[in-house]
């Protein structure tokens, strides 16, 4: 699986590890910096791009990883067509496939060490979208005001 990571001075160990790690592991890591470390860069520029390249590949996922992740998450899904969720539990990373097709992990790299945050990616990784209809429902609710900017409407009373 080709996955796009980006990641600030924050994230900059973590990234490089994920980067071996993925390839280790049969998958194809494609590294959209930061390329260096420089403790005062900007996320955004490297964010942005491994979110974009993940968007514009249908079945690439990615990871993008800060201090807390936050802000990561935050730019990624200003992308159209990410769905990128912050993780910070085993539960959170099979959920964020399973339940919400996310395509991007969001890892706080200060938040937990080495192992743990790429058990995050693994999970992450080895899991499948459920394709329930519940969760395909919500998610074209929220492609659709992606695309139109148009509110999907309020259930009926009952």
């Known amino acids: 699986m080709r996955v796009f990571l980006g990641c600030d001075h924050a ?3 973590l990234k490089e590890h994920l980067v071996s790690w993925l390839k280790d592991n049969g998958h194809e890591a494609v590294d959209c910096g930061a390329l260096v470390y420089d403790a005062v860069d900007d996320y955004p520029p490297f964010v942005l791009r491994a979110a974009e390249r993940t968007a514009a590949e249908p079945g690439a996922l990615g990871i993008v990883i800060g201090g807390s992740g936050n802000g990561e998450a935050i730019a990624a899904n200003k992308v159209r067509g990410v769905r990128a969720a912050l993780v910070w539990s085993d ?3 099979t959920l ?3 339940h919400n097709d996310a395509n991007v992990i969001s890892l706080g790299a200060r938040q937990h060490d080495l192992a743990t945050a790429t058990r995050f990616v693994e999970l992450f990784l080895a899991t499948s979208y459920s ?3 519940r969760h395909t429902r919500r998610i074209d ?3 659709a005001y992606e695309t139109t900017g148009d509110l999907p409407p ?3 009373k009952s």
Do not use: V
Request: charged residues 40%; proline residues 6%; negative net charge.
């Open 154 to 156: 309020l259930p009926e």
């Open 141 to 143: 609710m929220l492609s």
């Open 96 to 98: 964020a496939r399973e």
């Open 91 to 93: 539960d959170t990373a």
């Open 11 to 13: 994230g900059f160990e």
């Open 131 to 133: 394709d329930e209809a």
